[in-house]
């Protein structure tokens, strides 16, 4: 109770922070078809996760602890967290403390050395990002399934050896099995729980065993053998694949390029671990230079030899250094999916937080073990303790402070747009427009394509009195060289309609609005992107109802609603003309939709798939449109009811948008 007391006195400054950056990616989905109060609300919440195909919805269902609507309070979701990690914190002192008495430790060692190893990991500054990342709750959840299912099969094995064969085969089933299953219901990663139980068993358990368990014991570990080529076999094709096609979607770098860099990542990882300071990077790490090749950076050959040897030296020590062993092994385990193969982004902190887990034990049972200056020892580690105490409750206290937290990251990455976009942000609703305009205007010329950084500094420009001719040209050049057009870009050229048509900011005008239109149209990556045509030509139809040219914003719409026929998209569609008083053309947008085949929605193996069947058992749509349509019709104006619908332009572009005056 003392540790966890201590974590949790750590950690408590930074309860006061509020929502970042994926939050809002994820748990608008909390309001997004009203508030979870019944059943059907509960099955569109819980098939509405979209990351990994499984969707994570386990991590989905844990945000209903902490509300069932939206917007809502960020303490309760931070609090949870923070509970969630000192639970993960008691599991490992309960697994170290087994796996101590399981490698032949004294009682009172194995003890204390779990107790001082659990209480390392769960005070670490290096989680702090992890644990106070409301989102991140998806990194927690399957090492907290981990532990329980890793417990409950040693209890099974220990069953086995003591005769009880039904019991223990049911433990270590169930455990696996069922462990494995939530644990990657909760993020993709929670698949590698077989590889932690296959190292258990070879590196500390097998060569310990005095007489062999009962056969069905290694028929249970055979099994495990399955998930584990699967998912060996599933990093291989990812390699392969993308080996072949240039740079992925949204990324700056080819796969080989990742493969070069992330031996690199790895190490640094390792230093921050073990040489801990109290603020990092961070949430920002897209500054960390790609490796082009095994001498570019320099460092590239030799942390890939490092790395190499590092794993060589682990197996080679698995009989004389058991522990170790299995402490460095089961790290690079659990790096496998998300440093390897698979095009995620290169570097993130809490990729760390399951891999780690027993990486201090060890080092723990060094310190507490008698023998020779074991008092300088048992000091040591209380001075270790401490001082990732007071780093933790340093770094915590900026995660509760967004704006000092907003400073200190662009202060620890300069060259990280992101970094700096979200500063800019902070001190603009700080109203420091001057300190934003002087960091963003010079990192937009050493980044030309960074899109965040453009759109930031024609903020700051509206706020200090006016778009110069100079800012407007880069951000058109930032839009059609980009590669990370998203719902955030769109968004900002639909509000940016808005504030030209209404004339709040000198030098965005309505031309200087389609001038950045078009230019995001004409970025070559467009081409290959039917999500985002059809954003694109939305911002035409918004653009044309701006102009007050309510046909020509039904032709973009409608040609935007046939690059992908989704009733969510006809819907918006359709109010936004209802809005500007076309309930006439709202009512034939609605129309065109219902014109269009529709393919009975399927169970597939992705949680997108699965929520479109929810939503078509429901007839969730349908009822959302005959609502929509009812109310159109009941405010259809008189000059509008024998308006025929337009015929369709067969190729609507934006050229067709009148110049703006």
């Known amino acids: 109770m003392i540790a966890l007391s201590a974590i949790w006195l750590a950690y408590e400054p930074g309860l006061a ?81 087994a796996l101590g008495r399981r490698s032949g430790l004294t009682d009172k060692l194995a003890h204390n050395a779990a107790l001082l190893g ?21 990194a927690m959840l399957p090492v907290t399934f981990t532990l329980a299912a890793l417990l409950a099969w040693l209890t099974g094995r220990d069953r086995l050896a003591k005769g009880q064969l039904a019991l223990g085969i049911a433990l270590e089933l169930t455990g696996l099995g069922l462990g494995t299953l939530l644990a990657t219901l909760s993020k993709a990663n929670g698949a590698l729980l077989p590889f932690y139980a296959l190292l258990i068993e070879h590196l500390l358990l097998r060569p310990r065993d005095t007489q062999p368990l009962p056969r069905a014991h290694y028929v249970v570990v055979g099994l495990l053998w399955l998930p584990a080529l699967a998912v060996i076999g599933y990093l291989i094709h990812s390699a392969v694949t993308l080996l072949g096609v240039g740079k992925p979607f949204g990324r700056d770098w080819t796969e080989a390029q990742r493969l070069l860099t992330e031996p690199r990542v790895m190490w640094d990882y390792l230093r921050l671990l073990w040489l801990p300071r109290p603020f990092t990077t961070g949430l920002f790490n897209d500054q960390f230079r790609v490796s082009t090749s095994l001498l570019q950076p320099w460092t590239t050959l030799p942390a890939l030899l490092g790395i190499f040897a590092l794993i060589t030296m682990a197996w080679s020590l698995r009989k004389r250094a058991p522990l170790w062993s299995l402490a460095f092994l089961f790290f690079f385990a659990g790096h496998l999916i998300e440093s390897t193969s698979v095009a995620l982004e290169l570097y993130f902190e809490h990729r760390n937080y399951l891999p780690a887990l027993l990486l201090f034990w060890p080092l723990s049972i060094w310190l507490l073990a008698p023998g020779k200056i074991q008092h300088s020892r048992i000091a040591l580690a209380l001075v270790i303790v401490c001082g990732l105490g007071w780093m933790t409750h340093e770094r915590a206290k900026v995660w509760g402070n967004t704006t000092e937290q907003a400073v200190l990251w662009a202060k620890l990455n300069p060259e990280s747009p992101r970094a700096q976009s979200y500063a800019a942000q902070i001190m603009m609703a700080n109203n ?55 719902l955030l870009s769109f968004q900002w050229l639909s509000d940016a309609i808005v504030q030209a048509r209404n004339k709040e900011c000198s030098g965005l005008t309505m031309l200087a609005v389609k001038s950045l239109i078009d230019a995001a149209w004409d970025n070559p990556a467009t081409r290959n992107q039917a999500n985002w045509q059809q954003d694109i030509l939305n911002l035409r139809g918004q653009y044309a109802l701006a102009e007050q040219q309510p046909h020509s914003a039904y032709q973009h719409f409608s040609a935007a609603l046939l690059t992908q026929v989704k009733p969510a998209v006809a819907l918006e569609q359709a109010a936004t003309l209802g809005s500007a008083g076309q309930q006439k053309l709202a009512l034939c947008q609605l129309e065109l939709w219902e014109q269009q085949p529709k393919e009975k929605a ?48 067969p190729t609507p572009v934006l050229a067709t948008i009148p110049n703006a005056h």
């Not at 205007?441 to 509206?462: M, V």
């Not at 798939?609 to 058992?617: D, G, N, P, R």
Request: hydrophobic share 45%.
């Open 118 to 138: 659990a209480t390392v990991w769960g005070i670490h500054p290096f989680f702090v990002s992890t644990t106070l990342y409301i989102v991140q709750r998806e």
């Open 432 to 486: 420091q427009p001057q300190w934003t305009q002087a960091r963003l205007r010079p990192l937009l010329k050493q980044a030309p394509s960074e899109i965040q950084i453009a759109f930031n500094l024609l903020g700051t420009d509206c706020r200090l009195g006016g778009v110069p001719p100079a800012d407007l040209e880069a951000t058109r050049q930032a839009l059609l060289s980009t590669r990370r057009l998203g």
């Open 17 to 97: 922070g509020g929502f970042l950056f994926d939050d809002f990616a994820n748990l608008p989905s909390l309001g997004a078809t009203g508030p979870i109060d019944n059943g059907p609300a509960l099955a569109r919440y819980l098939t509405s996760g979209i990351a990994d195909p499984t969707g994570r919805p386990i991590t989905v269902a844990s945000f209903l602890i902490d509300a069932q609507n939206w917007p809502a309070d960020p303490l309760s979701f931070k609090r949870t967290n923070l509970l969630i990690h000192l639970l993960n914190v008691t599991l490992l002192a309960f697994l170290l403390l």
């Open 602 to 649: 399927r169970i597939g193996f992705s949680m997108p798939s699965l929520h479109e069947w929810v939503l078509q058992k429901q007839n969730y749509w349908s009822h959302e449109i005959i609502s929509l349509k009812a109310a159109l019709q009941r405010d259809l104006p008189t000059n509008q009811r024998n308006m025929n619908c337009p015929t369709l332009a």
